[in-house]
């Protein structure tokens, strides 16, 4: 009779532990079997089509659903991806009351940018003449350091200016994406204030 009481408890036990390490880390909890009959727990699904009985739990270990076997990993991985959007998609609409406070932000953050790109070409300006300084006396090695100095910071502008380019374009999409989701929800609310 024991030994049936741990056969029984020893799976809830281990999902018990799993589901209190996924807590810490608010991640999903998956568990399955194996080819084998044997039960795994992991915050990820193992790849290929060996894993039978695929359940899904929540961070307080509640089972949330049943996974469909023949879902492939491609098929988690696209939902997932859904998840992540549908989740920058609330984010972005409850961080900012509307498109000019966004703006704000977009703006704030580019200053910052240029800020530093601006203190970065005026390292690069001192170093220079720093350079230019050392050749002209004839200090090689003082020379040597600094256009060392000089290398590295251009690498550093090179990086600062790469990032504001794409800081513009995700921007340019994240305001796209903002007057796409805000025009959904005044259409839905003049809908529902019309009815």
């Known amino acids: ?42 915050d990820r699904l193992p790849m290929g089509q060996d894993a039978q009985r695929r359940e899904e739990f929540n961070h307080n270990g509640i089972r949330i659903r049943q996974l469909d076997l023949s879902e492939s990993s491609e098929t988690v991985t696209e939902r997932q991806e859904m998840l992540r959007t549908a989740n920058r998609d609330t984010a972005l609409v409850a961080s900012f009351q509307d498109e ?50 000089l290398d590295e910071q251009m690498r550093e502008l090179d990086k600062l200016e790469a990032r504001y380019e794409r800081v513009l374009i995700s921007q340019a999409l994240e305001l796209r994406r903002f007057r796409e989701l805000t025009a959904v929800s005044v259409r839905t609310s003049h809908r529902s204030s019309n009815d």
Do not use: C
């Not at 024991?2 to 998956?30: G, W």
């Not at 790109?117 to 350079?131: C, E, L, P």
């Open 1 to 42: 009779m024991k030994t049936s009481f741990l056969k029984i408890t020893l799976p809830t036990l281990a999902l018990m532990l799993a589901a209190s390490t996924a807590v810490a880390s608010d991640a999903r909890l998956y568990k399955w079997l194996d080819g084998n009959g044997n039960m795994h727990f992991g």
């Open 100 to 149: 000019m406070d966004l703006r704000r932000s977009h703006e704030d953050f580019l200053s910052n940018l240029r800020s530093s790109m601006a203190i970065g070409q005026a390292n690069a300006k001192r170093m220079r003449s720093i350079v230019e300084d050392g050749q002209a006396v004839g200090d090689s090695a003082g020379s040597a350091r600094a256009q060392a100095l």
